[in-house]
């Protein structure tokens, strides 16, 4: 509880890095679980002991200590990501903040000059009001009593607070909403006005509704007589609209592996007034989730899905110039069987932007060079949990090269994503009966985990979805598929795969026969070798190469 109250006091919104560097005593106790450490520069080595940080987002220090039995320990000490008030304080004055257990109480402080935070100026002493050890009259029975259920009553309002805080957060990560909460529309206030190049579409035509989100309602439609999906966002959810828009629209983002982006207009399937809204390409297979709940795929069929995935991410990944036009490299950060839509020729298109961000490249004109988000909290921000790397987990993302952290990141979702389809291959199982699909940690976990059982799990257990001895059949070492998903899943970031890379493994699986170029980065090289003894069951280790559409 206490590493989740002193995260909590350290709630409010980042803001841009000030001019001077502020520095700071950097502490955390061991039970402490969270870290600050991302809100500066750390430097001297030493864990356990009092390190100088150097703050990144705030001209302010702040400490927590816990008074218990008159003793006061120190809880965490350093950066604040914002400047609040009572950062002004030039020294450290500590006042009481909340009642952790029975016994004891926590003292927290704000203060704005160099290593003010190293010591506090003083606590309450003993006898003092407000403290857990105050002496004051002799009450009666009666009396004690009613204090005692005062007290108790306060502790469970706090922890009511505090639960609801993290509550809102999770909801608001769920929901997908995009650097804060998205403030409600101004009643009268014509969210058109905003938008008025936005055209009427009198040709679209709306059918049945595919999919209900948190900021929009996916639709089946037409238009000009074609089949169309239509992605239709509440007034609310405007700037939800002008993120995904502009992605769509960025030059050169055109990719079979891609979802197709076809307009964008303003609608409604009702009376009502029109909402914004995007016209993408319609799969009528469903999303890769959907697809695998229904079917089972044989071992070309999964390679395909599989190869495509990887194909469409690195794509999104890769900044390239192409006809005189540049495409920057983009992380999608919500990489999920739900935002993966299943082609007629049983390949994979990747949707649903409404997360990705532009990545700062080495070629990219100026033009088009990204503003990083706002703070830590904004970069760190992601979409569905089950899929959520152990960096964005433990918020231990690197944030000084946050557009290599957040390509990592998309590769530990893919990884997940391959052992979805892999899991529903037939030929990959002893009986060729393979069970009922299953996503990501659905069998460790069940189908609502929580961010906190996810952490322990991937985080501090570092524990994966289970890989049945039986895929080893299909190739050997060091290609093979076991290999490469815990290349991709790996609890260290750096020591992942590429995109490239995994399309470049995925390429020489499907097409054993044929050299592949290979990655510089890419370990253990991309040709997997195949066994000298092939087991005649359950499957052959020589397959067919895999056509693709």
Request: with cysteine; hydrophobic share 35%.
């Amino acid at each position: 509880m206490l590493g989740t109250l002193g995260l909590w006091v350290l709630l409010p919104a980042a803001v841009q890095s000030p001019p001077s560097r502020r520095a700071c005593v950097f502490f955390e106790a061991p039970r402490v679980r969270g870290s600050t450490k991302t809100l500066g520069e750390l430097l001297g080595a030493g864990p356990g002991s009092p390190r100088v940080i150097r703050c990144l987002y705030s001209h302010c220090c702040f400490g927590i200590w816990n008074l218990t039995q008159d003793q006061a320990q120190v809880e965490m000490q350093g950066c604040r990501d914002s400047d609040e008030p009572g950062c002004e304080s030039p020294h450290c004055d500590p006042t009481p903040r909340a009642h952790p257990s029975p016994g004891s109480i926590l003292f927290t402080c704000s203060c704005g000059t160099d290593f003010c935070n190293a010591n506090y100026s003083h606590l309450p002493p003993p006898g003092s009001s407000g403290t857990p050890g105050s002496q004051g009259p002799q009450t009666t029975p009666g009396e004690s009593i009613w204090m005692a259920l005062v007290l108790l009553g306060l502790f469970l309002l706090f922890l009511l607070l505090l639960g609801s805080i993290i509550l809102s957060l999770l909801q608001r990560k769920a929901c997908r909403v995009r650097g804060g909460p998205e403030p409600e529309p101004a009643l009268g206030r014509d969210w058109s006005e905003e938008l008025p190049e936005l055209p009427e579409l009198p040709e679209l035509c709306f059918s049945q509704v595919l999919r209900e989100g948190g900021h929009a309602v996916v639709w089946a439609g037409r238009l000009h007589g074609e089949p169309v999906a239509i992605k239709v966002f509440p007034p609310r959810a405007v700037s939800q609209f002008r993120t995904e828009r502009a992605l769509y629209e960025l030059p050169g983002l055109k990719h079979q592996h891609i979802v197709r982006f076809i307009t964008a207009s303003k609608g409604s399937p009702g009376p009502s007034p029109g909402g914004p809204l995007l016209v993408l390409e319609l799969h009528p297979k469903g999303s890769l989730c959907h697809y695998l709940t229904q079917h089972t795929s044989d071992w070309g069929s999964s390679l395909r899905m599989a190869l495509s995935l990887a194909q469409g991410l690195a794509f999104l990944h890769e900044e390239r110039w192409q006809d005189g036009q540049y495409k920057p490299g983009i992380a999608h950060r919500d990489l999920s069987s739900q935002n993966v839509l299943i082609r007629e020729d049983g390949s994979c298109a990747i949707g649903d932007l409404g997360l990705a961000l532009v990545l700062p490249g080495l070629t990219q004109p100026p033009a088009w060079t990204p503003t990083p988000p706002q703070g830590p909290a904004a970069i760190m921000e992601a979409g569905t949990h089950r899929y959520m790397a152990p960096e964005l987990l433990d918020k231990t993302l690197d944030l000084q090269d946050w557009g290599t952290a957040l390509r990592q990141a998309d590769v530990y979702s893919l990884a997940l994503l391959l052992w979805e389809i892999l899991s529903r291959c037939p030929d990959l199982q002893p009986d060729s009966r393979p069970s009922s699909f299953q996503l990501a940690y659905e069998a460790e976990l069940g189908s609502s985990p929580t961010t906190c059982e996810l952490w322990a799990l991937a985080v501090e257990e570092r524990r994966r979805p289970y890989i049945p001895p039986t895929w080893r059949f299909f190739t050997a070492e060091p290609g093979g598929l076991r290999e490469l998903l815990e290349d991709c899943w790996d609890a260290d970031p750096e020591a992942r795969l590429t995109a490239e890379c995994v399309q470049q493994r995925l390429a020489a699986l499907a097409h054993p026969q044929e050299a592949h170029p290979c990655p510089e980065d890419c370990p253990h090289g991309c040709q997997p070798l195949l066994p000298e003894d092939c087991p005649s069951t359950p499957t052959p280790c020589h397959v067919p190469p895999v056509g693709l559409g």
